[in-house]
């Protein structure tokens, strides 16, 4: 399996992005997809996750309430709407394929390559 992320970029603080994770390869309409982000120095770390059907949805506290998790199983894309973006936001982000849509890093087996995302105050 295979995923394209992007969307990132360099925002001002309180703007918005949307990422994007196009997936190949494999049935996505399947299985789980999260997003995690790694800022430099820390570790990667949860932001959300979707079910398979996208019934399901999960979000780190950090972001409850600004982002969204989103997925369109006819195009084997998840989105992933960031608003109010913070200067904290920055990070590379990574979307994941998993059995379930947990926020367990070790539960996903395939990741995608990351996108950049810039908050700048």
């Known amino acids: 399996v295979q995923l394209q992320a992007s969307g990132g970029g360099l925002v001002q603080a309180g703007g918005s992005l949307r990422l994007s994770c196009a997936a190949s390869?494999?049935?996505?309409?399947?299985?789980?997809m999260g997003w995690f982000r790694q800022a430099p120095g820390k570790e990667r770390e949860f932001v959300s996750a979707?079910?398979?059907?996208?019934?399901?949805?999960y979000y780190a506290d950090s972001v409850k309430g600004r982002f969204t998790i989103s997925r369109d199983n006819a195009k084997n894309t998840v989105y992933l709407q960031m608003n109010n973006l913070k200067p904290e936001d920055t990070a590379v982000y990574y979307c994941?394929?998993?059995?379930?849509?947990?926020?367990?890093?070790?539960?996903?087996?395939?990741w995608g390559q990351g996108t950049l995302v810039t908050v700048s105050s």
């Open positions: 994941a394929v998993g059995e379930a849509p947990t926020w367990r890093r070790r539960s996903y087996d395939y």
């Open positions: 390869g494999r049935t996505f309409s399947s299985y789980a």
């Open positions: 979707i079910s398979w059907s996208g019934g399901s949805t």
